[in-house]
């Protein structure tokens, strides 16, 4: 569980460097998926700790499942706390708009914009609403330490 967080907080450190160096001077639509991919990864090691705390507390009956997806439906089963499952949500998001087809608008300017459709919704990622997301990530995952560091005490 704590290896699963501290690897979090590692691609944490890695988004904040593309959000606050690599997208400040390049503003390219690559960037901001990159970004993206980073905050996946960042969300699986959070999802690797909550699972893991789950089990530890004897929630789970079953094993972990190895694939992504499933271990995500059974974190929504599993807990019906509503910070968790709406990171859950985000997280899903965004593995969808990965792997979807999107259309690049002003690159190399300050509004950079990848857009996408993702569910019947348009959606727009630029660098303002990265920076919020990253700053969601960030909060969950100080989120399950607290969680987690309940249970050892």
Do not use: C, W
């Not at 990171?87 to 087809?101: C, G, P, Q, S, T």
């Not at 509004?111 to 969950?140: Q, S």
């Amino acid at each position: 569980m704590k290896e699963s967080l501290d690897d979090a907080r590692e691609e944490l450190k890695r988004v904040d460097h593309l959000i606050y160096v690599s997208l400040k001077y390049t503003r390219t639509v690559d960037v901001l998926l990159n970004v993206i991919k980073r905050l996946i990864d960042a969300y699986d090691f959070a999802i690797d700790a909550i699972l893991g705390y789950a089990q530890e507390k004897g929630m789970l009956e079953e094993d972990i499942p190895t694939n992504p997806l499933s271990k995500a439906d059974l974190i929504l089963k599993k807990f019906h706390d509503p910070v968790i499952k709406d990171n859950i949500e985000l997280y899903l998001l965004f593995r969808k708009i990965v792997k979807a087809d999107y259309e690049r608008f002003n690159e190399y300017r300050r509004h950079v914009t990848l857009k996408t459709m993702v569910d019947n919704r348009d959606i727009e990622i630029k660098i303002d609403n990265i920076t919020e997301y990253y700053n969601i990530i960030k909060e969950f995952v100080k989120y399950i330490d607290n969680l987690i560091n309940e249970v050892k005490e």
